[in-house]
C-alpha cells in the first residue's frame, strides 16, 4: 500500500494549509491513522491521529485547538486543516497508517509511511 500526501506549501503566518493522504492499492483494513512532522535537526514527532471510525483523534499540545484531522474510509483519505499557523509548525509533514492486507490466505500487518510533504510558515 502506498501512502502520497498533498497539500504542502509555503504559507505567511496566520494563514492556513490543509493536507491530503490518499492509500493506494489493496487492503482489508486501515486502522489508526496520523499526521507527523519533522523539522530540520529535531526527532519527527506526531500532531494528530484518528482511529479507524474517526471516534478517538488525539493532538499533539502545540496544535490543539489549530490543528483538525479527519478522514474519509471509503476514499481511504486522511486529512489535516491547519490553521492559525506559526514560523515553528514549519516542517516535513508525513502520513502514516496501520494497514492489514491479504497475503495469500493470511492477514498481516504493516505500518506504511508517505514521502512527505514540507510545509513552511514564513513570518
Known amino acids: 500500500v502506498k501512502l502520497v500526501e498533498s497539500g504542502g506549501g509555503l504559507v505567511q503566518a496566520g494563514g492556513s494549509l490543509s493536507l491530503s493522504c490518499a492509500a493506494f492499492?489493496?487492503?482489508?483494513?486501515?486502522?489508526?491513522m496520523g499526521w507527523y512532522r519533522q523539522a530540520p535537526g529535531k526527532q519527527r514527532e506526531l500532531v494528530a491521529s484518528?482511529?479507524?471510525?474517526?471516534?478517538?483523534?488525539n493532538y499533539a499540545d502545540s496544535v490543539k485547538g489549530r490543528f483538525t484531522i479527519s478522514r474519509d474510509m471509503t476514499k481511504k483519505t486522511l486529512y489535516l486543516q491547519m490553521n492559525s499557523l506559526k514560523p515553528e509548525d514549519t516542517a516535513v509533514y508525513y502520513c502514516?497508517?496501520?494497514?492489514?492486507?491479504?497475503?495469500?490466505?493470511?492477514?498481516?500487518?504493516?505500518?506504511?509511511w508517505g514521502q512527505g510533504t514540507q510545509v513552511t510558515v514564513s513570518s
Open positions: 502514516k497508517a496501520d494497514i492489514v492486507y491479504y497475503s495469500g490466505d493470511y492477514l498481516l500487518r504493516a505500518v506504511s
Open positions: 492499492g489493496s487492503t482489508f483494513s486501515i486502522n489508526t
Open positions: 484518528i482511529t479507524s471510525n474517526g471516534g478517538i483523534t
